[in-house]
């Protein structure tokens, strides 16, 4: 029988603690939810980790040559590049979250989250916090095997963990954007498509894969503006040394102002959607 | 009479483009009563349901649901209510008792207490065994059950049944009718949707029937079914000529569809005492009959009576009309 001590529904929250306290539990659940859909779907275990780690090993092997006559000193390709693969692959990672919200929104189930008191935010939230722990895990696994063909972190633990750290803000606002990417554009391959359309010229545009010197004056000056430079310079220097403040303060700048305005508009629109 | 009712619809319409789904709906729900909505596809059923869930924004008119708005006070709606979709809304990859899991601790319950109600859920709607496979893993019965039991981790004070047996077979659709029966036998009130005439009949204290996106009559389902007329005798005869032999032999028949079915109406009577004096009758006038048979009305019957027009893709289509010679 149903009639036992928990079937009503229990007191509701009151106060902003409280409402700010159920609302990361619902995003808790939420994002325990998507981990696991996550481990039962190969596609994306294999898309998400066969795919960059390929990247490293391709990238460093194919241009490694020629790439590493262009860097200053003794910096082989390897090095320099594997902070701008963590940025390249999290910015690709990030369309997946546009799909898997858009196919959130074709089943049935996120019609049942709408009918239940829980936290708006936590259906958007679930998915871009279970999509950052999956892309920290990515990026474990692409050190791990950068250190099989050469790759050294020369500024410490702490550093290393910072490179991490600001490539995985710099995820969870590509996420965030996506996401609404994915309320506004109607079917989960167009979301795709059009992120892909974007973020393709805009991670060569950077100075993932190469230094700006070496670019035409024009593009170098675009990609000097490029969050995608800010982020990968501050992994790199992170990583292997070199001025780290400055384009910390603008990577987080832009992370941190981008997610303040694609938030709120998410949010509302997710609301108001039927 | 109660104070506030469990649901009262003023002039609901709601369009999706230039489809006119509800055009004005008025409903009144009581407490502690089970309202069956009756309609035949694309009636407006789910898009009813729909607005009074919260999932949907009418176009124009009000609803209150447990005393509450459902525009504006979606919130405190949503924490009274449960909701069972005509698609069963449960998470394709995670396994029965991680939904049920999912779900308690969505509607808040304590980690502890979620897990409890899981595993009571699960022992309760017959699914244990299957508590760690899949939901993508179950057949529809199973599936409509794990639906079911997510809408009542906590007990809600409304639920909504869209079509809730639309699909199952016979013994699956039982195995919900029962489940139904005791959560009424617990006092919640039930607003249920359904295409069969017989399920509302079987399970509603009432019976609203929806038709182009409004209520068409409303009735308990004696009171309906005295609308069509109750039960009736048909009798398919063999040879299209006896026609008007049978139906000057027989008293109050009257011709029924296809040129060969006579129908006699059974009011107030023991229908197999019916049965017995047709049968009687035709046999001393030595009329031949292909078949005879005691039918209820069905949604296409209640159509016909109230709207003058066959209901499109009614389910129990009336087969001894159909008997081609
Ligand atoms: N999202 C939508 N966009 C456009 N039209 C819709 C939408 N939802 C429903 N409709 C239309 O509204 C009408 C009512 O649909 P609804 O689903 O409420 O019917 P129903 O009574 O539940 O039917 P069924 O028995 O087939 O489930 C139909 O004509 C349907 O095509
Ligand atoms: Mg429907």
């Known amino acids: ?108 189930v996120v019609d049942r989250f709408r009918s239940m008191p829980m936290s708006r935010v936590a259906v958007l939230g679930g998915r871009t916090i279970a999509d950052l722990v999956r892309s920290i895990a990515v990026i474990m696994l692409m ?66 894969f190469v230094p700006l010197e070496t670019m035409p004056g024009w593009l170098a000056a675009f990609a000097s503006q490029s969050p995608l430079t800010h982020a990968a310079d501050t992994a790199r220097a992170l990583s292997i040394g070199g001025e780290a403040l400055r384009p910390a303060l603008l990577a987080i700048a832009w992370c941190v102002g981008i997610m303040a305005v694609i938030i709120p508009i998410a949010v509302r629109r997710f609301r108001s959607m039927s | 009479m109660s104070a506030v009712p469990a649901v009262s619809v003023e002039n609901v319409r709601k369009n999706f483009g230039d489809t006119e789904a509800l055009t004005g709906v008025n409903l009144t729900v009581d407490e502690g009563e089970v309202l069956g909505l009756l309609g035949p596809n694309g009636a407006g059923k789910t898009t009813l349901v729909r607005v009074l869930a919260t999932l949907l924004t009418p176009t124009s008119g009000t609803a209150r649901v447990l005393g509450h708005d459902v525009v504006h006070e979606a919130a405190q709606v949503r924490r009274k209510i449960g909701l069972t979709g005509q698609y069963a809304a449960v998470d394709e990859l995670l396994t029965g008792r991680e939904n049920l899991r999912m779900f308690g601790e969505l509607f808040h319950l304590s980690t502890k207490d979620a897990r409890r109600r899981a595993d009571e859920l699960l022992e309760r709607f017959d699914l244990a065994f299957a508590a760690n496979r899949p939901a993508r893993t179950y057949s529809g019965g199973m599936r409509r059950r794990l639906d079911l039991a997510s809408s009542l981790l906590v007990r809600p004070d409304l639920l909504f049944l869209d079509e809730p047996t639309t699909g199952l077979d016979p013994r699956s659709r039982n195995s919900i009718w029962d489940i139904t029966r005791e959560l009424v036998d617990e ?98 006038s030595e009329i031949q009959v292909r078949d005879l048979g005691l039918r209820r009305p069905t949604l296409d019957d209640v159509f016909l009576e109230l709207t003058g027009e066959l209901a499109e893709s009614a389910p129990d289509g009336d087969d001894v009309q159909e008997v081609v010679a």
């Open chain 1, 1 to 108: 029988m149903t009639a036992s001590a928990i079937t009503r529904h229990p007191a509701e929250p009151e106060g902003v603690v409280a409402q700010a306290y159920w609302q990361m539990r619902d995003t808790w659940t939420v994002t325990k939810r998507n981990l696991r859909h996550f481990i039962r779907q190969p596609r994306l275990l294999v898309f998400s980790t066969i795919q960059p780690v390929m990247f490293v090993v391709l990238f460093s092997f194919v241009f490694g040559g020629i790439a590493g006559a262009a860097l200053p000193g003794d910096i082989s390709y390897i090095d320099y590049l594997l902070p701008g693969i963590f940025v390249q692959s999290s910015a690709f990672r990030s369309t997946q979250t546009a799909v898997g919200l858009a196919e959130d929104l074709e089943r049935g």
């Open chain 1, 143 to 208: 050190i791990a095997v950068a250190y099989l063909i050469g790759f050294r972190f020369t500024e410490g633990v702490v550093s290393a963990v910072g490179a991490v750290l600001i490539v995985a803000l710099f995820g969870l606002m590509m996420s965030w954007l996506f996401i609404c990417l994915a309320l506004y554009v109607p079917g989960a391959e167009a979301a795709q498509t059009a992120g892909f359309v974007v973020l393709f010229p805009l991670v060569f545009a950077s100075s993932i």
């Open chain 2, 187 to 284: 006092g919640m009130t039930l607003l249920l949707t359904t295409q069969y005439l017989e399920e509302a009949d079987q399970l509603a204290d009432r019976i609203a029937v929806i038709d182009h996106g409004h209520i068409i009559a409303k009735g308990t389902g004696d009171e309906l079914k005295d609308q069509v007329g109750g039960q009736v005798v048909d009798i398919v005869l063999a040879d299209p000529a006896d026609l008007n032999r049978a139906l000057d032999a027989l008293p109050g028949a009257e011709a029924a569809s296809g040129g060969r079915t006579v129908r006699v109406a059974v009011i107030d009577r023991d229908p197999l005492e019916v049965v017995g004096e047709v049968a009687a009758t035709l046999n001393s």
